[in-house]
């Protein structure tokens, strides 16, 4: 059964920083590209970076490119988020999101908070 565990998430006056970590376990095949996506109240889902897991390859929304960083470790199934210079406006909840080989939309966290605010 696979699981994705997010941590990281919590309140950060403007200007701080977070890091997010993701875990992913049970997988029957390959991971190619781990992803985070954010969700604020009202709004839709949207990508916020990913990496793949061969090569490294990152990709980045224009909203964060400069202030995040993506990363991962392999061995042990995980993405990183890094958040630095954090903005009001990047209060919402993250989830991971891992696209797997032989699987149809990936596997989802279950998402963690980050509250931006003085």
């Known amino acids: 059964q696979v699981q994705l565990v997010e941590s990281g998430g919590g309140l950060v006056q403007p200007g701080g920083s977070l890091r997010l970590s993701c875990v992913g376990s049970g997988f029957t095949f390959s991971i190619l590209t781990m992803k985070w996506y954010r969700q604020a109240p009202g709004k839709e889902r949207e990508l916020v970076a990913s990496i793949t897991t061969s090569g490294g390859t990152t990709n980045y929304a224009t909203s964060v490119k400069g202030r995040f960083t993506i990363s991962r470790d392999n061995a042990k199934n995980t993405v990183y988020l890094q958040m630095n210079s954090l903005k009001p406006e990047d209060t919402a909840v993250y989830y991971c999101?891992?696209?797997?080989?032989?699987?149809?939309?990936?596997?989802w966290g279950q998402g963690t908070q980050v509250t931006v605010s003085p």
């Open positions: 999101n891992f696209i797997v080989a032989m699987t149809i939309g990936g596997y």
